[in-house]
């Protein structure tokens, strides 16, 4: 097998994903009974065969993503994913407030009501960067990682037209 980009899904990964996987061993030339066998009798191939599937797993999951957000307490970040760079606005919050940021259900408009009327203050941050020399879907994939989830972009519009 070529070389792997992304790790071996989990367990539980690969239960949401059960159907497709079925597909993929069909494609392949395996059935139900053969897919007992090859566990029981040839682990490495089983592990092989999981590890290739989870490579077109992630390769299309991430040849999708536009936007992420990865959020802290007091620290929001999100991404937008172009072909060439990623693009990060942060919202920094310095000072004590009760504003948790990891609460994706609190509204933009509380979320800074509450700050001021806290006497916290919020602090918007951007960055760009051209993607690791890795790139681009490793890139993508090391955020997922750190805590990333794919989001729909509203985040970055409203943090990229405060900045």
């Excluded at 993508?140 to 729909?152: Q, V």
């Amino acid at each position: 097998m070529k070389e792997t980009k992304f790790r071996r899904l989990r367990r539980d990964e690969l239960e949401e994903v059960k159907g497709q996987f079925v597909k993929f061993l069909s494609v392949n030339g395996i059935d139900a009974d053969s897919w007992v066998k090859i566990k029981a009798n040839d682990p490495q191939r089983a592990d092989a065969l999981i590890l290739q599937f989870s490579q077109i797993v992630f390769s299309g999951v991430i040849e999708r993503v536009e936007y992420l957000v990865q959020r802290k307490p007091h620290d929001l970040r999100t991404y937008r994913t172009g072909p060439d760079k990623i693009e990060m606005r942060g919202l920094l919050i310095s000072g004590e407030t009760s504003v948790d940021l990891t609460n994706p259900d609190t509204p933009p408009e509380e979320i800074f009501r509450q700050l001021q009327a806290d006497g916290a203050r919020p602090k918007i941050y951007s960055a760009e960067r051209a993607y690791l020399p890795i790139g681009r879907d490793q890139d993508i994939f090391l955020r997922m990682e750190e805590g990333a989830l794919i989001d729909d972009g509203q985040l970055f519009q409203l943090l990229d037209g405060l900045s």
